[in-house]
Each structure stands twice: as C-alpha cells, then as structure tokens.
C-alpha cells in the first residue's frame, strides 16, 4: 500500500513483493525505508504511518539507486539449480559436498571490496568504551556496509553482533573507509578452517559457518574479517554509530587523526545514547588517543620514513599533530608483528614490562587450548605470554597502492 501523505520528502515510488509502496532511499541507496498506511507483516509504527526497511536488491525502482550506491551486489550465476533460496540454505550449512562449495564460494566471491569501500564492525556498548581510550584500528570479523544497510533496528542487528550485548534498544558500530582489498579476508575454511570447529563453550557470538556468509535465517550477508584477523589502521574520519529503536543512524564520535582524538558529533537531543556507554564522563567532547600507540601505517615524506594516515580517494598524509602537510607521502605501509609461542602461530599487539598481548592468527581448539586464549570477540582470540618465550618474532611489512605505485600486495 501507498504511504499516507505524511510520509516524509524525498520519497520515490517502488516495487517490493510485487507491491507498490512510497520509499526512501538510505546509505546512499543500498536499502529502503518503505512506508505504508496500515500495518503489514514486518511493518512498524512510525508517526500516522507505518515503515519497514528492505535491501535495494530485494525491490524494483525507477531511480537506478543500486547503481549509485557504487557497491556491487552479491550476485547469483545463471545456471540450473542457482536460485536465492537455494544458495541461502546452502551458506548456512558448514557441511556441504564440494559441487555446493564450489557455487557458495562463486557467488561469495562476486562481494568485493576496493580502495574507499564503507566498512562496519558491529560493537557493544563496552568495546565502543574501549574505542574511544584505545589505539585507532580495527580487527576481527566485519562486513560491507551495503550489505547491511537494511539492518538499521537493533533487534535487526542482533544477527550482526560479534560481542553479544545485553542491551537490546540501542546497538553500536564502527563505520570506516577500506583501504585496500588485501587488508581482508572471506570467512570461508580456505582461509580459516580451524574457527569452523570451534565448539560454543569456545565461542562468543555465533559460529562461523565456514561458507564466507553470516549464519542467519533470512540473510545472505557476506563476511570479512581482517587479513590474518591482524589491527588496521582507521582511517581518517571514521565514525562510531549509534541505531536506535525507530530505525535511525546517529553519527555519535567521529575519528580525527590530525589530533589524535575521537570527536563528539551527536548533539545534546542525543545525549541518552551517549550515557549507555559506560566508563564515560557525563558531557565529555573529546577522548584522545594516545599519539605514542602508533596505529601501524608508515610512508616515506620528506626523504624521512614517518607516521602517516590514510583518507581512501584523498591519499595518505603525515600523521602529525596540526594542519596536513601538502607534501606528497609516498610508499605507504602497514605494518605488523608476527612470531610463535609454543609452536603456535601469533600476532605480537602490545606489551606490559616482561609480558606481550598475543593473538591467535589461524584459531582452532588445539591452538586456543595449547596458549589457553579467551575469546574477546567473535572469531578473535588473545592472550598473555611471557616476552622471552616468544620465538621468531618478525615485522611484517604490506604496501599499499599509492598514485602510479602498485601495491604488492
């Protein structure tokens, strides 16, 4: 049904289960918000009318919004058999034959990420405290941000929750620009076969299924997590989020590098959304992150090797207190440390006098039992060891394109 005339401007006219309905296009035209003037199944009360959101794959529109969304969809290949509903129930079993494997892994392999692509990473309200007073990247499993667009409720973004949260009328995220399609990984058991078998007392938040898909009833949602489930960088701008009840994004705290702080957006009407995240100071603007935890990113300037950041489609620039530097940065870098401990595979993150913060790089059971790691987050897995058990630990260096230099990657 046609939304009443309420409905708020900038609405267009589409098509979603063969019915017409007044919409608005969100996320830069990834979902819709549609309206109706009575309630349907899935509909929910907003003002006089009634509202749902949909992905923009799932409706027909006049306005070419897909097409401006500049992300490309997960397609499905012409063939016998290929059907949505088909390859939906075939993503949510880990223990497909290798015929159902192989045309998983193609339609997987049709979400792809590139220089500028939104990312998002679900959070709870205690990991967006930790957030704001930690060092600025990010890791562990995340998603495009066109893939998601449609969950905007958090009871909607349950699916999505890597750190379950008990708190069910607001859910939290952090959004930020990729840099590089290498800096990510599928979730598929090609690139992480040990985290299919990792039974649920192991766990935190659902099980990765193994098929590169999130598990969920009604979705067919690509998963990434970061290459080698190592930190990246954020990039500059980055945003943590806020969804509330009715539907709404709200732009909470935004990521300045240039001086080192996470920057308060949301204004005094959306001071209650602040307050549920706990350990902060009631009308605190700006939290700072500490400029000597450097975020692993380098370029050469100036003839010299320093600390940079990355803004995806405005290059890479000196991270430095102040105005950015005009001079051109050039050969940027991430960069990480890996070693072993105990015959297992880890990345070195942080440390604390004679002790370092390891994480697992490939978990599976044997290896979270072996180093007696918790699970901090839904596929992550960290722990203490002492620094002189460590054995070959070594920076590992991944180049980023950067004007007319490739990247080796």
């Known amino acids: 049904m046609q939304a009443t005339p309420t409905a708020p401007t900038g609405t267009t006219e589409i098509v979603w289960h063969e019915r017409r309905y007044r919409a608005r296009a969100i996320a830069g035209g990834a979902a819709f918000e549609l309206y109706a003037d009575s309630r349907e199944d899935g509909f929910h009360p907003t003002g006089s009318s009634f509202h749902r959101f949909v992905h ?4 027909t529109s006049p306005g070419g919004e897909l097409l401006l969304a500049g992300v490309a969809p997960v397609s499905i290949p012409v063939m016998p058999g290929a059907d949505p509903a088909t390859v939906h129930r075939y993503s949510q079993n880990p223990r497909i034959g290798p015929a159902e494997r192989a045309l ?9 990420i590139t220089v500028g692509t939104r990312m998002v990473k679900p959070l709870s309200r205690h990991q967006v405290a930790r957030q704001l007073t930690s060092a600025p990247v990010v890791s562990g499993v995340c998603f495009r941000e066109f893939d ?7 009871e909607d973004r349950v699916v999505l929750a890597a750190d379950p949260d008990d708190a069910r009328d607001t859910s939290f995220a952090l959004r ?26 192991e766990r935190r ?33 980055a945003e943590i989020l806020a969804y509330t009840a009715d539907g709404n994004e709200v732009a909470l705290f935004q990521y300045q590098p240039q001086t080192n ?44 090797r320093v600390p940079v950041t990355a803004d995806p489609g405005h290059g890479f620039s000196v991270y430095a207190r102040g105005a950015t530097s005009r001079s051109p940065v050039t050969r940027p870098q991430r960069f990480y440390t890996r070693a072993r401990w105990r015959d297992i595979e ?44 460590l054995e070959n630990p070594h920076v590992v260096l991944v180049d980023y394109p950067n004007g007319n230099h490739p990247a080796s990657c």
């Open 56 to 59: 923009a794959s799932e409706v």
């Open 104 to 112: 998983v892994s193609a339609v997987r392999a049709t979400a792809f």
């Open 148 to 154: 998601v667009a449609h969950l905007r409720t958090p």
């Open 176 to 201: 930020w620009k990729a840099i590089c399609a290498c800096d990510y990984q599928s979730t598929e058991a090609s690139h992480f076969p040990g985290l299919v078998g990792v039974p649920g007392r």
């Open 205 to 237: 938040g659902s099980m990765v299924l193994g098929t590169g898909f999130l598990p969920s009833g009604t979705h067919l949602i690509p998963e990434f997590v970061t290459a080698g489930i190592a930190d990246l960088p954020l990039t500059a701008r």
């Open 261 to 304: 702080v996470w920057d308060r957006m949301a204004g005094a009407r959306h001071r209650d959304l602040v307050n549920r995240i706990p350990g902060l100071e009631t009308g605190r603007a700006l939290f700072r992150t500490n400029p000597s935890v450097h975020a692993g990113l380098m370029g050469e300037h100036e003839g010299a």
């Open 346 to 389: 880890v990345l070195a993150l942080g440390r604390n006098e004679d002790w370092v913060r390891l994480r697992l790089s490939q978990p599976d059971i044997e290896a979270i039992m072996t180093t007696d790691a918790t699970c901090v987050e839904r596929g992550v897995y960290e722990c203490w060891a002492p620094l002189a058990e």
